[in-house]
Nanobody, 124 residues
Framework: QVHFVESGGGLVQPGGSLRLSCQASGFTFENYAIAWFRQAPGKERVGVAC????????YYEHSAKHRFAISRDDAKKTAYLQMDNLRVVDTAVYYCTAGDWALCIDWKPQNDNWGQGTQVTVSS
């Protein structure tokens, strides 16, 4: 059974940093693209960062470029999201998901497999 456990969220001041982790199980992690999505209160869940399986290419939503960095450790079946220079608008619950390469192109979730998410709150 596919399972994700996100962690690393918390309360941080604007300009601060956090590193999120996504521990996956139940599928062949190294064969799938991994993406981070976020959902702010009252808004839709949207993709922010994605990394492909075959070549580890990375893709970012516009506001995340140059501030966020996605990485993966296939041996540990874990993906990470380093977030720097955080802004109040980054406040959301962050989730990870897996899919084929198209996930990184069209940002459309390909299944309903989500973890419980991790809360990121950016506030002074």
């Amino acid at each position: 059974q596919v399972h994700f456990v996100e962690s690393g969220g918390g309360l941080v001041q604007p300009g601060g940093s956090l590193r999120l982790s996504c521990q996956a199980s139940g599928f062949t992690f190294e064969n799938y693209a991994i993406a981070w999505f976020r959902q702010a209160p009252g808004k839709e869940r949207v993709g922010v960062a994605c990394t492909t399986a075959e070549d580890g290419k990375t893709y970012y939503e516009h506001s995340a470029k140059h501030r966020f960095a996605i990485s993966r450790d296939d041996a540990k079946k874990t993906a990470y999201l380093q977030m720097d220079n955080l802004r109040v608008v980054d406040t959301a619950v962050y989730y990870c998901t897996a899919g084929d390469w198209a996930l990184c192109i069209d940002w459309k979730p390909q299944n309903d497999n989500w973890g419980q998410g991790t809360q990121v709150t950016v506030s002074s």
